[in-house]
């Protein structure tokens, strides 16, 4: 079935093992300074595009989740694709440099849109940058990490990832505060991580050379192309895909931010207090999800992400909000580094590229609906129904995971 189940080592051979778990590979080092270069880039402009189409476009919040959702679902077939494709080449940098390139360039074009459309086009294709880039970088991580160190590692990429969401309002807020709040300017200014983050895959991420099969392990590995992936795998997929219902897009959250009286810059500063909390906690939630388990972190993670959105739904107050906001980054630091881990446990190292972009898709087209429904929900009337959707969604995934496939998954990700 291609599942690497758990193996049997002596007490002799751990020690040294454990020490080398707790090492991080220079490799996830560089890609970690390359989402965090990308992610202050990005987070730099995104949390604002709802004032931007709003106050300067015309447009309604609905048209918000219609850019979300498909930029989101774009994204998440991208990976399937490219996932696949990297797999059958056995090459993951050349599609992590192709995507974060052309992340780099689309942002800074939001300063040109003039039409709602316009920004739906640059959204999109920033986010095909991101389906080009994500799946092969998933699975570079998860193949210069064993077990121990892996769920860590991703914790890690993780928390660079959030710490770059922090750094990035924070620059967004100077250039508002130097520039009158002109959010066109913040777009420009996105060149600059933007182009470090490139320059660093170039000088800091290494691949593996491959090493030419023998006829012997090119059967094995054709094996392995057409060999189905476990049953644990897919029940999982079902568990996530419940959950991507639930996971609308943090800007709406800032869109009820907004409507409870939030200013422009105070949301920047509220999107990098969420982040903070999301950097600090990734590491450490990564290591307590090591401890108790992937599939027990996750349905924590779960249950406490419908109880901030049932929170949210009863909100009034910007410092209610803020410390609601406090409390819902902490499901980031459960879920983030546990849920790639626990797919790369699930599947064969052959097919990695495969299952994360797999992954992503389901996620992907999740978004999408969970984006329109939010939308909707939330555009009428006071929009209580749009948490109280997202919260119960959220506590019937924590079911899927927890009863539905508890012995599947628990059996296949042991290590």
Not at 318 to 341: C, N, R
Request: glycine share 8%; charged share 15%; hydrophobic share 50%.
């Amino acid at each position: 079935m291609g599942v690497r189940w758990c193996s049997t080592v002596n007490d002799r051979d751990q020690e040294p093992h454990a020490r080398k778990a707790r090492l991080l590979h220079p490799t996830v080092i560089g890609l970690g300074l390359v989402s965090l270069l990308t992610d202050a880039a990005s987070e730099m402009i995104w949390p604002l595009l709802p004032v931007l189409l709003a106050e300067t476009m015309h447009a309604s919040l609905a048209y918000v989740g219609v850019i979300e959702g498909i930029a989101d679902a774009t994204a998440s077939l991208g990976k399937y694709l490219v996932g696949r494709r990297s797999d059958r080449i056995a090459k993951r940098k050349p599609f992590v440099l192709a995507g974060y390139s052309l992340s780099t360039l689309m942002r800074p074009l939001l300063a040109l849109a003039v039409s709602p459309w316009h920004a739906l086009v640059i959204r999109v294709l920033d986010r095909v940058g991101k389906g080009l880039r994500s799946a092969p970088r998933d699975a570079l991580i998860a193949q210069v990490t064993d077990g121990p160190s892996r769920t860590v590692s991703f914790g890690f990429h993780r928390a660079m990832d959030n710490l770059g969401a922090v750094i990035g309002p924070l620059l967004a807020l100077l250039v508002l505060s130097l520039t009158g709040d002109n959010i066109r300017a913040v777009a420009w200014a996105t060149c600059v991580p933007g182009a470090l983050s490139v320059l660093a895959i170039v000088l800091l991420v290494r691949e593996k050379t491959a090493e030419t099969p023998s006829p012997v392990q090119e059967i094995a590995k054709a094996a392995s192309d057409v060999a189905p992936i476990s049953r644990a795998f897919y029940q999982y997929l079902a568990a996530v895909g419940v959950f991507s219902l639930a996971n609308a897009s943090d800007v709406f959250l800032l869109a009820h931010a907004r409507r409870r009286g939030v200013s422009v810059r105070d949301m920047a500063l509220l999107w990098a207090a969420l982040n903070a909390v999301r950097a600090l906690s990734a590491t450490p939630g990564a290591m307590l999800a090591q401890r108790i388990g992937r599939r027990r972190a996750l349905t924590i993670g779960w249950i406490v992400y419908g109880v901030c959105y049932l929170l949210f739904s009863q909100s009034q107050r910007p410092a209610t909000i803020l410390a609601i906001v406090i409390l819902y980054g902490s499901y980031y630091g459960l879920t983030e580094g546990a849920e790639k881990s626990l797919v790369a446990d699930l599947v064969p190292a052959q097919r990695l590229g495969q299952a994360f972009g797999a992954f992503a898709l389901v996620q992907g087209v999740g978004a999408l609906f969970a984006g329109l429904l939010f939308a909707l929900l939330f555009s009428s009337g006071s929009g209580v129904w749009a948490f109280y959707a997202c919260a119960a969604l959220a506590w019937a995934s924590a079911w899927i995971l927890w009863v539905v496939s508890r012995g599947t998954v628990d059996k296949a990700a042991s290590k």
